[in-house]
Every structure is written in structure tokens, then in C-alpha cells.
């Protein structure tokens, strides 16, 4: 037994490498590795501590941590190796020669691991893409979990995580949902028949946006018209989005309103139809008389009226729908009673409803003034509730709001509605100024119906009676002047 380990000693302890001036034997190397190897997972550990007790109270993004959590990594690993080799005895400058050479041979057997490594050195160092980041590269999309020296890992929209080699990211096109902020705007393709009303379905397409909780109203929804299709018309619905790894769901959701939307409205989604033209008509009717075919069982053939059309699109039930639509009412206002067709187009995209039960506060004293309310069906009153009283009742065709929203004052009053399900039409500060910039002869109209209300400018100190007396015009310039510095736009221009 004694001569079995000594001879096993004799060949762990046998000179078997010379590098430099040192001699190594089988013993020595196998001591280096697992040094190197202790060093490895050492550096590993003393980055993840790094990471959890320093990087996250920083409360740097998950993207940097990691990046910086793996140089740590590399940089101990790089060093501690070093150091371990040169405590060995060798002369590192004396590698160089022979690293060359193997360097030279493995980079033609392994190119593609190579390629990896060195993209994901790019990856971590320009940080486009971070842990985090929703992407997209070809059909693959996920959420970034970890990016390595060789590969990067996703998850996807399943929960399932793909291996992905870093190569793939430099050498295609990569979309980044995340980058540069978390908000992203999606499309939504919508088909209607030829003969939907484009304002009713304009309407439609923004309600089911705006009843979306995870849609953002500002920047605001938006209707394009993308082209006249075989047997449609087709449009796109864009929306703002805060998570951009939800946006499948989020258009599933807005696929549902939209349906939903719809059916209340009545439109209808086509189905591809086919013109059959039958050259010959008078052979077809001697086939449909001939004998053979007047003989067939009664079972195989069914009889074909010929007086009246066959109508295979099942009746809709009968819904309660309303008498007038959004264009008849919004011109019974006294602000859109001039509008043409393309302007209320403009403004239905920019606007929309919203439905308030009896008792239900629209606004209230001293909130901030964004919005310009229409009065569509219903009635609301107005209540001073600092003097405890009721100032006006104000009915279906009547708009409130434009004074605080001219003056940039708070709501000078509280607003309630008095009858079970008012409808309003509501126009945010925003939408309004996008309106006015496209439309400015929607503005001079505004302009013309505020300077009528010449009492409530007195009232508010806006206007003062002397002003009045020496220019008809007193009111209808400090309107326009007052729309020009709000919204940007240049009213009364010549």
C-alpha cells in the first residue's frame, strides 16, 4: 500500500510543465485551478453583495445594477487571477507568446463564442438594452431578466425564459419598448363597412380608448384613416401606453370595448363578399330545368326562391338607441352651430362624453379649471357654496367652464348635475388648444359667443363699463387676446 502512494505521489509531484523559470506538476496545476476557481465564486458573491446591500439603496434602475454587478464580477475574477499566478511564480509577460498562438487557434474554432462574448461587452457597457427593458427581436419578444458575457436571458410573455445569444441583438434590428421612459404608443386595426358614419365611429373608437384604465389620456387617443380596403374601411386606433410589456393584453381589453362599442352604435364589421357575373345566363336556366335535375330526390334539393333576395346576415335585435347623434347635438350648442362636418370631425376626436347621475358634483369650488364642459342631454346646477346658494340651472345645449379656463382662475362655483343620466361633452385644456391651433375659425366662434356675455367679464373685473362705451369691440378684442395668449393661436389677424 505504502509503495501504491508513493507512486501516485511520484506522479502528482512529477515535473510535467515548464513555464518560464517555474516548473509545474500535476499537484501544483490542480491547486491553481481550484484557487481559480474559489476566486471565481468568490467574486461572484462579493458582486451580489455589492449589488443587494449598496447598488439597491442607490436606487440606480435594475438595467445599471446589473451591468455594474457583472464588471464587478469580471474585474475581481481578472485580478484575483493575477494575482494567483504570479504568486505562483509565473512571469505573465512570458504567456504572452503562447496566448497568441492559442488565441489564434480557438478564435477559428469558436467565432461564434467570441462574437458573443464581445456583444455582450457591448451590451453592458452602451446599456441600450437593460435588464428590464420590454424588447423585440424578430418574433421573439420578453422582458430582459439577466445579460451575461455570452447570452442574454428573457422572459416572455408566457412566463417562459429563452436563451438568447448576445450575437442576435447586435447583428438585427432589436426594438426596445422601454427605452428613453416606459411610455409607447400602440396601434389598433379596425375594419368597418363602407357605409358606417365616420363620426359615430370615430366616437366609438375614442370611448372604448378613453374606458380603458391603462390607456393614457394625455398624450390623448387618437383616429387615423390608414386606407380604403377591398371590402372595408380600414383604421387605426393609437393609443398611449405606461407599461409597453402589457400591451398585448391592453389590446385584447381595448378589442373588447371596441366590440362592445359597436354593438351599441350599430356598425358593422364586413365580411369579404364576391360579385359572381354569369356570362351566359340562358344555358344556366336550361340546366335548372332540365329534367335529371326536376327528378332529384326532394331531400337533396332545396328550393330556391327567385322573387326575393336571400338575406344570410342574421337581424341584429332591436336596441334602444338615441334619436340624435353626437353631430346633432353638439350643434344645438351655441358654440358649434356653425361647424361644418370636418370641424366637428376635429372635434369629437378631440373631445368626449361623460355620463353623471342626479346629485353626481361635475366640478367643484376652487378646484383647478381643465376642462370646458358642453351640456348634451340633462341639466346641471350651479352653486355658490361659499355664499350657499344656487347661482343657475343650466340645460342641454348650455356650456360651462370657459371663463376659469380663459382666466386660469379656479372653478368660481360648483357644478352638480339635476337630472339622471346628463351627458356632457368634455373637452380638456390641451385637446382644446390642438383644436383651436387646427381650427382657428372654431375659435373666432368661441370668441364671438364669450364677448356676448359682456356682464359676467364685468362681474369678474375682466372688463370694465368705460372700455365698453368707447368700442363696441371692447369685449370681443380682450376675448381674442385672452385665446391668442393661452393657446398659442393668432386670432383677429388680417
Not at 407599461?243 to 381589453?253: F, K, L, T, V
Not at 347621475?357 to 376642462?371: A, F, K, L, Q
Request: hydrophobic share 45%.
Amino acid at each position: 500500500m505504502d509503495i501504491l502512494w508513493a507512486k501516485f505521489y511520484e506522479i502528482f509531484t512529477a515535473q510535467i510543465l515548464d513555464i518560464g523559470d517555474t516548473k509545474f506538476s500535476i499537484a501544483s496545476i490542480l491547486s491553481l485551478l481550484i484557487l481559480i476557481v474559489v476566486a471565481f465564486f468568490i467574486a461572484k458573491l462579493i458582486s451580489e453583495i455589492i449589488r443587494r446591500s449598496l447598488l439597491s439603496r442607490l436606487r440606480i434602475n435594475r438595467g445599471l445594477q446589473e451591468a455594474i454587478t457583472v464588471f464587478i464580477k469580471y474585474f475581481l475574477i481578472t485580478v484575483t487571477t493575477v494575482i494567483i499566478l504570479q504568486s505562483a511564480g509565473i512571469n505573465l509577460s512570458s504567456l504572452a507568446v503562447i496566448a497568441g498562438v492559442v488565441g489564434l487557434g480557438v478564435g477559428f474554432g469558436l467565432q461564434n463564442l467570441a462574437s458573443n462574448f464581445i456583444s455582450g461587452l457591448v451590451l453592458l457597457f452602451e446599456q441600450t438594452l437593460k435588464v428590464g427593458d420590454y424588447i423585440e427581436v424578430g418574433d421573439l419578444k420578453g422582458t430582459i431578466e439577466k445579460i451575461s458575457i455570452r447570452s442574454t436571458i428573457l422572459r416572455t410573455e408566457d412566463d417562459l425564459y429563452v436563451i438568447v445569444p448576445n450575437q442576435r441583438f447586435i447583428e438585427n434590428n432589436t426594438i426596445n419598448w422601454s427605452y428613453e421612459g416606459h411610455t409607447c404608443r400602440i396601434h389598433v386595426p379596425v375594419s368597418v363597412a363602407y357605409d358606417t358614419d365616420l363620426l359615430i365611429l370615430t366616437e366609438a373608437l375614442l370611448t372604448a380608448a378613453r374606458h380603458e384604465p391603462r390607456v393614457r389620456s394625455n398624450p390623448a387617443p387618437e383616429v387615423w384613416f390608414q386606407a380604403f380596403g377591398r371590402d372595408s374601411l380600414d383604421f387605426d386606433l393609437l393609443v398611449w401606453i405606461d407599461d409597453p410589456d402589457a400591451n398585448e393584453p391592453i389590446r385584447s381589453s381595448i378589442n373588447f370595448r371596441i366590440a362592445y362599442e359597436f354593438r351599441e352604435r350599430d356598425i358593422k364589421v364586413p365580411f369579404p363578399t364576391r360579385e359572381i357575373i354569369i356570362h351566359n345566363p340562358d344555358a344556366v336556366k336550361q340546366i335548372l330545368r332540365s329534367p335529371n335535375l326536376k327528378s332529384a330526390p326532394s331531400s337533396s334539393i332545396k328550393n330556391i326562391p327567385t322573387d326575393e333576395p336571400i338575406n344570410i346576415a342574421s337581424s341584429s335585435p332591436n336596441r334602444e338607441i338615441s334619436t340624435q347623434s353626437l353631430r346633432d347635438l353638439l350643434r344645438k350648442t351655441s358654440y358649434f352651430e356653425r361647424c361644418t362636418e370636418i370641424e366637428l370631425f376635429a372635434l369629437i376626436a378631440r373631445g368626449y362624453r361623460q355620463y353623471f347621475d342626479i346629485g353626481e358634483v361635475v366640478c367643484r369650488e376652487n378646484d383647478p379649471s381643465e376642462e370646458f364642459y358642453i351640456i348634451l342631454s340633462g341639466a346641471v346646477e350651479v352653486i355658490s357654496e361659499k355664499n350657499n346658494q344656487a347661482i343657475a340651472t343650466l340645460i342641454s345645449g348650455d356650456f360651462f367652464g370657459e371663463i376659469s379656463l380663459l382666466t386660469g382662475t379656479p372653478r368660481t362655483a360648483t357644478v352638480r348635475a339635476l337630472a339622471a343620466n346628463t351627458i356632457l361633452f368634455v373637452v380638456e385644456r390641451q385637446q382644446l388648444q390642438k383644436l383651436l391651433t387646427e381650427h382657428p375659425q372654431l375659435g373666432e366662434q368661441i370668441a364671438l359667443k364669450l364677448s356676448e356675455r359682456q356682464q359676467v367679464l364685468i362681474s369678474l373685473g375682466l372688463l370694465n363699463e368705460e372700455e365698453l362705451q368707447r368700442s363696441q369691440y371692447a369685449a370681443l378684442t380682450w376675448v381674442r387676446d385672452r385665446l391668442n395668449n393661452i393657446f398659442g393661436i393668432n386670432l383677429g389677424s388680417v
